[in-house]
């Protein structure tokens, strides 16, 4: 109702598109609405299904957070269906359209898109005033398929040109043929935008001067009215700020809970690595597996010449004590036989009459011995 609308013009005077239903209406307190042209706008169309209705806010606000290509931007996202469509443009644009009009802080901005005419199925063409451009806008049963700009008509070649380097054009219901010169023609512009969006800027509420509004009868006379209205709305906007306020400090909460929540499970699982190494079984100490050696080797008539422990690996040169060399298979079988041992084998010989044997300690090996002590 106290909204006026104005198409921007990057190199002149904005373009009147919506007039406010109370015309007379000093300038101080009309509500204006910045309207973004379609070839200053990035568009993109998002699937959204399975976003609560709840989150759909919050959801837009982060696809337009990846979408966008400048480092200031304003966004718009209109919700239809299972898909949100969203239009990005340069921040840029709001700051010279606030200097145009007074350097106003308080206005909301829609792109020129939402200015179309919705059709049950088929194409719309939107043209903005001062330019030559047109945008293709794809509708099937009141819902818009998708958008795209074009910076003259297009004619046939253009037309198949776009088909041939974009296939994915036809699969959403572009028509492979190029509509009649007839069909080109830009459809009025409607009084009003078809959607809602649902990333609105911080700073689009109008601040209404009450003291101007009327001469003093005029104010006694709809005080009443005025005030109950400025009361819901001021309640209606207090409970919003708490709802939001109460989304940023969850926020924020499950921000700060992430490092702990991280270290929670870093920390469970520190120890079940524990655990698992407790229940498995020591490695027999160096004495444990020199009074095995022992053992055996005294039963084979050998002595050791040289012995080196790197677990899970033993090597010894073992030379017979008569003066002889050592039985292989004797000694392989031997230590093949002790439960601590596994993996014998003949290696080299070593000084004439010694051999050298390699073989492997068990790691669940019991940590006192299953045979008696020589």
């Not at 904005?14 to 309207?35: H, S």
Request: a positive charge; hydrophobic letters at 40%; charged letters at 15%.
């Amino acid at each position: 109702m106290f909204h006026e609308s104005c198409l921007f013009n990057p190199h002149g005077a904005d373009a009147l598109l919506e007039r406010p239903l109370l015309g007379r209406i000093p300038g101080r307190l009309k509500a204006v609405r910045l309207v973004v042209p379609r070839h200053l706008c990035t568009y993109q169309r998002i699937e959204c299904d399975g976003v609560p209705r709840l989150k759909l806010s919050s959801f837009a606000k982060l696809q337009v957070q990846a979408l966008a290509p400048f480092s200031n931007y304003g966004s718009c996202a209109v919700h239809q269906a299972n898909w949100l469509h969203v239009w990005v443009w340069d921040a840029a644009i709001e700051s010279a359209f606030s200097k145009k009009h007074g350097n106003k802080q308080h206005f909301s901005a829609l792109p020129h898109s939402l200015y179309s005419t919705p059709k049950t199925s088929g194409i719309v063409w939107l043209a903005s005033a001062g330019n030559t451009g047109l945008e293709g806008q794809l509708w099937k049963e009141g819902h818009l398929i998708d958008s795209m700009w074009f910076d003259a008509p297009p004619d046939a070649d253009t037309w198949a040109a776009l088909h041939a380097q974009t296939p994915g054009v036809h699969a959403l219901g572009w028509p492979l043929a190029l509509p009649s010169r007839g069909v080109l023609q830009a459809v009025a512009s409607a009084p009003r935008p078809w959607g809602r969006n649902l990333t609105p800027r911080s700073q689009n509420r109008p601040r209404i001067q009450w003291v101007s509004l009327a001469p003093a009868a005029l104010v006694a006379a709809t005080t009443t009215l005025v005030g109950g209205g400025s009361w819901i709305y001021s309640e209606k906007e207090a409970h919003q700020e708490a709802i939001n306020q109460g989304h940023q400090s969850q926020e924020r909460l499950l921000a700060e809970l992430e490092p702990m929540q991280q270290a929670r499970q870093r920390t469970t699982k520190t120890l079940g690595w524990i655990n698992t190494v407790q229940t498995l079984s020591p490695v027999p100490s160096t004495h444990s597996v020199i009074t095995e050696l022992a053992d055996i080797l005294t039963r084979q008539g050998l002595v050791v010449r040289e012995l080196d422990i790197n677990a899970p690996t033993v090597q010894a040169t073992l030379v017979a004590t008569a003066g002889g060399s050592p039985r292989l298979t004797a000694v392989l079988g031997a230590l093949e036989n002790h439960p601590w041992f596994y993996d014998a084998r003949f290696v080299d010989v070593s000084g004439g009459t010694g051999f050298k044997f390699a073989w492997r300690l068990r790691a669940q090996a019991p940590t006192s011995p299953e045979k008696g002590q020589p």
